[in-house]
């Protein structure tokens, strides 16, 4: 039982750096298809 918050504890702090990459990479996609409208 004690092993199981462990890995919670570093699954978060794995996931959690991931989630302002994919924010970064889907901004970056945003402005690459407005710059293609425009």
Avoid: C, D, H
Avoid at 8 to 24: A, C, D, G, Q, V
């Amino acid at each position: 039982m004690t092993g199981q918050p462990k890995n919670f504890s570093t699954n978060l702090e794995s996931l959690f750096p991931l989630k302002p990459r994919i924010f970064e990479l889907r901004e970056k996609a945003l402005s690459l298809v407005q710059e293609e409208t425009y």
